[in-house]
């Protein structure tokens, strides 16, 4: 469990770094660096796998590896830019509930009652953080917030293909030959997407940068993968639910972010929901096994 939530606190705090980065160079080369930083690590790795790889498993690789990263990361951080790193790692806390939501409507696999009912709670609880951070001097943004929104929808859409991907390929050949082509795919998106190709080098969105690059895209998953081997697969879906509530601390705590009343009940209130979501179904089932 401490190799899990050491994770969790990493992947929290890459919105907090984004920030730092910021004062240096726009998000899309934030992004671009970021992925560029991770399959310099990976790339010996990779290399052991390319020729292993099937040629009929490459199309489906670039696409996973498209939406997971490309997709995924560009929306995030130019989301970022728009709003609060608090309210960004809150919308990241509804993964779970869009997880299920997905799989409903593409997938075929029905939600229950408890799902559509934390949903609705989990969404009325965005609308409370947005209207608070409105009232406070507009450090929540909604265009912010929807593109965040967006890279949620667009990772829990592709976690079913990427799932049999892995199973086909291997982990550690997915792992490292998708962040090599992450890079390569990703530099069109960067140079057509980026305010300016100016890089203004602090020491602060330097080391950022190799945080977010090592850190959060390499270091984070190897304690993640490691403690999958220790910890119970239901204990670690509790665990990513925490993932909001460190990432909100940090923004607090290291950026100094102010949070009013009513966007701090919307916080808690998409926590809580997606906390019931998980632990709900358990629960009925252990209490219809007692009964």
């Given at each position: 469990?401490?190799?899990?939530?050491?994770?969790?606190?990493?992947?929290?705090?890459?919105?907090?770094?984004?920030?730092?980065?910021?004062?240096?160079?726009?998000?899309?080369?934030?992004?671009?660096?970021?992925?560029?930083?991770?399959?310099?690590?990976?790339?010996?790795?990779?290399?052991?796998?390319?020729?292993?790889?099937?040629?009929?498993?490459?199309?489906?690789?670039?696409?996973?590896?498209?939406?997971?990263?490309?997709?995924?990361?560009?929306?995030?951080?130019?989301?970022?830019?728009?709003?609060?790193?608090?309210?960004?790692?809150?919308?990241?806390?509804?993964?779970?509930?869009?997880?299920?939501?997905?799989?409903?409507?593409?997938?075929?696999?029905?939600?229950?009652?408890?799902?559509?009912?934390?949903?609705?709670?989990?969404?009325?609880?965005?609308?409370?953080?947005?209207?608070?951070?409105?009232?406070?001097?507009?450090?929540?943004?909604?265009?912010?917030?929807?593109?965040?929104?967006?890279a949620g929808v667009a990772f829990c859409g592709a976690m079913r293909p990427t799932q049999?991907?892995?199973?086909?390929?291997?982990?550690?050949?997915?792992?490292?030959?998708?962040?090599?082509?992450?890079?390569?795919?990703?530099?069109?998106?960067?140079?057509?997407?980026?305010?300016?190709?100016?890089?203004?080098?602090?020491?602060?969105?330097?080391?950022?940068?190799?945080?977010?690059?090592?850190g959060c895209s390499w270091f984070a998953y190897w304690l993640w993968n490691r403690g999958?081997?220790?910890?119970?697969?239901?204990?670690?879906?509790?665990?990513?639910?925490?993932?909001?509530?460190?990432?909100?601390?940090?923004?607090?705590?290291?950026?100094?972010?102010?949070?009013?009343?009513?966007?701090?009940?919307?916080?808690?209130?998409?926590?809580?929901?997606?906390?019931?979501?998980?632990?709900?179904?358990?629960?009925?089932?252990?209490?219809?096994?007692?009964?």
């Amino acid at each position: 469990m401490p190799y899990q939530i050491l994770a969790l606190i990493i992947w929290s705090s890459s919105f907090i770094a984004a920030k730092y980065a910021y004062e240096m160079l726009p998000p899309a080369l934030l992004v671009q660096g970021r992925l560029l930083i991770a399959a310099l690590l990976v790339l010996p790795a990779a290399r052991r796998y390319l020729g292993k790889i099937p040629r009929g498993k490459w199309k489906p690789l670039l696409w996973v590896t498209f939406w997971n990263y490309v997709a995924v990361l560009m929306l995030q951080f130019v989301g970022l830019n728009h709003t609060s790193a608090a309210s960004a790692v809150t919308i990241i806390g509804l993964e779970p509930l869009i997880m299920v939501f997905v799989g409903h409507f593409f997938f075929g696999d029905r939600a229950a009652w408890y799902h559509w009912l934390c949903g609705a709670a989990a969404f009325v609880g965005v609308g409370l953080l947005i209207s608070g951070g409105a009232e406070a001097g507009g450090e929540v943004g909604l265009w912010g917030c929807f593109l965040v929104f967006l890279a949620g929808v667009a990772f829990c859409g592709a976690m079913r293909p990427t799932q049999r991907l892995i199973a086909d390929i291997g982990a550690a050949a997915y792992t490292s030959v998708s962040l090599v082509l992450a890079a390569v795919l990703c530099l069109p998106f960067s140079l057509l997407l980026a305010d300016s190709y100016a890089i203004h080098w602090i020491w602060q969105g330097g080391a950022a940068m190799l945080y977010l690059g090592a850190g959060c895209s390499w270091f984070a998953y190897w304690l993640w993968n490691r403690g999958m081997g220790s910890v119970p697969a239901n204990l670690s879906g509790l665990l990513i639910s925490l993932e909001p509530v460190f990432g909100v601390l940090l923004a607090v705590l290291v950026l100094g972010e102010h949070i009013s009343a009513l966007s701090g009940v919307g916080i808690l209130t998409v926590i809580a929901a997606t906390f019931t979501a998980g632990v709900l179904p358990k629960w009925l089932k252990n209490n219809k096994q007692a009964v």
